[in-house]
C-alpha cells in the first residue's frame, strides 16, 4: 500500500472513529500514525485501540504508527457562586488560595506554582485567551490583577501564561501511568505536552527508556528560547498550534511555525504540524480555501506531518477529512515550485560518514533520476538521514525490526518495509531489488541506490552506497 506523497499523516482517534472498521477505513484513506489522546483515554481503552491497529497492520501487512499524547498539567481555576460571572474591562479582579466559590471579584487558583513563579506586569489569559488580565500585585497567597479584556467567565476554565516561566514539571502522577501503560503497550511515539524546558524531555526519556520515541510539543513560549537544546535529546517535535497560539500573538504564530518547522530539519528530527489544520471539516465535508491553503503550506515547508484533531476524533467526516488532507498533499507536492521551495531550505550535511552518504545518495539519485533510494536501517536513523535530504524520489526504508518500521511511519518521503536481516552483500541487494519491484517503486531495467552498512548488522554503519539495476522480472539487481 504505497502513498503517492512524501509528508504523513497523523489522525486522532475518539468517538467518531474508535472501532476497527473505521481504523482500518481511515489507514486506507491515508493515515500513517494514529493519535490516541490520553486526555480523553483510559487505559483499558488505550489497550482496546492498541489492538485494533495492531490487527489491522497485520492484515493490510504495513506498519502503522501509534502515538500516545499526554494530557500535561491542566490549570484551571476554581468554581463561582452562581456558575458564571462577567468580570469587566478596566476593573479589578483577585485569584487567590481561597477554596470558597468565587464571584464578580475574585475566584480561586488551586496552583500555587503559579504565585510563586508569577511576576507584575505578567498577563493570565482566561477561557482559551479570549480574556485578559495583567498582575499588578503577587503575595504567595493572591494575584491583584487589573482586566484588560472581559467577558464572562465560568466554572474551572483554563488559565494560560504567556509571559511566565512556571515551576511546574510536564508530567503529572496520570502522565507517568499513562506513559509507562503506552510504553509497555509498545506505541512508537509518546507525546510530551507543557514542554518549558530541556530538562522536561531529559525526564520523559529517563522514564521511556528507549521503548518509544519522544515527542516534545512545543506550546508554551517559553519553549522558544531553548528551541535547540529541546531539540537535541527529543525525538521529534509537534507544532501545537492551539495553545502557542492562545500565548503567542496570533499574527506571529505563522513565523514561529517556520522556525520550529527548519529547526526540526536541520537537526534531522521528524515535525509534525498540528492543530485546526481542517476545523470546518469537524461539522462541514468541505474545508474552508484558507484551511486548505493552511496544510499545503506545512507541506511546502517540508514538514514530516500534518495531523487532525477534533477532524478525525469527533467530526461528522473522519473519513472524508483524511481523504481531503491526502489530496491538499499530493496537489502541493505535485506543484511546479514545490521541490525549488522545499530544496531551498536544505541543510549542511553534518560531518559525519552516514550523513555524508546520505546526500551522495540523493545526490546521485537525482543525477541518474532513479525512481528510488533504498535504505538498510535498523534504529531508523540511517532512514531520518536521508528523509533529512528531502529527496525527490522516495525513499524506500528495509529493517528487520517492526518498532523501526513503525516510527518511520512518521518520517517524511519513507516507505518502510519489514524484512529478514540479509547475511550477506549479494542478498542485501537482491532482497533491494525484489523488494523496490514487488512495492512497485521501480520496474526492471530501472536503477535504485542502495545505503548499506558493512559490517552487516552493526548499528551505525552506514558507510555504502551502490547504484544497482533491477533485473529482468523484477528479480534481483
Known amino acids: 500500500m504505497r502513498r503517492n506523497r512524501k509528508v504523513k499523516i497523523l489522525a486522532t482517534l475518539g468517538p467518531a472513529s474508535a472501532t476497527p472498521e473505521m481504523i482500518e477505513k481511515l489507514f486506507i484513506a491515508g493515515v500513517d500514525v494514529f493519535r490516541i489522546n490520553m ?19 497485520a492484515k493490510l501487512k504495513r506498519p502503522i504508527g501509534i502515538l500516545a499524547d499526554l494530557q500535561g498539567p491542566k490549570i484551571r481555576i476554581g468554581t463561582f457562586a452562581d456558575k458564571e460571572v462577567k468580570i469587566i474591562a478596566g476593573e479589578n479582579f483577585i485569584f487567590d488560595t481561597n477554596s470558597e466559590p468565587g464571584d464578580s471579584t475574585r475566584v480561586f487558583l488551586p496552583h500555587p506554582e503559579i504565585f510563586a513563579g508569577a511576576k507584575v506586569g505578567d498577563n493570565l489569559l482566561l477561557n482559551d485567551g479570549r480574556l485578559r488580565v495583567e498582575v499588578k500585585t503577587v503575595t504567595p497567597t493572591r494575584l491583584d490583577t487589573t482586566v484588560i479584556y472581559g467577558g464572562m467567565l465560568s466554572n474551572r476554565k483554563g488559565v494560560n ?9 510536564a508530567l503529572t502522577d496520570k502522565d507517568r501511568a499513562d506513559l509507562e501503560a503506552a510504553a509497555s503497550l509498545g506505541v512508537d511515539w509518546i507525546a510530551l505536552s507543557f514542554v518549558q524546558r530541556p530538562e522536561d524531555v531529559a525526564e520523559a526519556q529517563t522514564l521511556v527508556k528507549g521503548r518509544a520515541g519522544v515527542m516534545a510539543k512545543i506550546e508554551k513560549p517559553s519553549a522558544l528560547p531553548v528551541l535547540d537544546e529541546i531539540l537535541k535529546i527529543s525525538d521529534g517535535i509537534m507544532v501545537a498550534r492551539g495553545d502557542l497560539g492562545v500565548e503567542l500573538p496570533l499574527e506571529t504564530v505563522p513565523s514561529k511555525q517556520k522556525h520550529i518547522t527548519r529547526s526540526a530539519r536541520r537537526y534531522g528530527k521528524p515535525v509534525v504540524v498540528a492543530t485546526q489544520m481542517l476545523e470546518s471539516m469537524i461539522t462541514e465535508p468541505v474545508p474552508t480555501r484558507a484551511e486548505v491553503s493552511d496544510v499545503a503550506t506545512a507541506v511546502y515547508e517540508g514538514a514530516d506531518a500534518v495531523m487532525l484533531s477534533a477532524e478525525s476524533a469527533s467530526g461528522a467526516w473522519p473519513e472524508k ?13 505535485g506543484d511546479t515550485y514545490y521541490d525549488g521551495i522545499v530544496h531551498a531550505q536544505r541543510n549542511d550535511t553534518e560531518s559525519t560518514a552516514a550523513d555524508a552518504i546520505s546526500a551522495a545518495a540523493r545526490t546521485i539519485a537525482e543525477t541518474l533520476k532513479v525512481p528510488a533510494i533504498v535504505c538498510y536501517t535498523g534504529s531508523g536513523s540511517t532512514g531520518a538521514r536521508v528523509a533529512r535530504q528531502r529527496p525527490k524520489m522516495p525513499i524506500l526504508a528495509l529493517t528487520p525490526i517492526i518498532a523501526t518500521a513503525r516510527r518511520l511511519a512518521l518520517t517524511w518521503g519513507t516507505h518502510p518495509v519489514l524484512v529478514d536481516d540479509a547475511k550477506s552483500l549479494d542478498e542485501m541487494f537482491e532482497n533491494a531489488g525484489n523488494i523496490a519491484f514487488s512495492e512497485g ?7 535504485i541506490i542502495i545505503t548499506a552498512g558493512v559490517p552487516i548488522g552493526a548499528p551505525g554503519t552506514t558507510n555504502m552506497i551502490r ?5 529482468p522480472g523484477g528479480k534481483g539487481v
Open 321 to 333: 477529512a483524511v481523504q481531503t488532507m491526502d489530496k491538499i498533499a499530493q496537489s502541493a507536492e
Open 467 to 471: 547504484v544497482a539495476t533491477i533485473g
Open 161 to 169: 501564561l504567556p509571559d511566565t516561566l512556571l515551576p511546574i514539571p
Open 441 to 447: 517503486f521501480a520496474k526492471p531495467g530501472e536503477r
Open 39 to 57: 486526555s480523553h483515554t483510559n487505559h483499558a481503552l488505550l489497550k482496546e485501540l492498541h489492538g485494533y491497529i495492531r490487527a489491522i497492520e
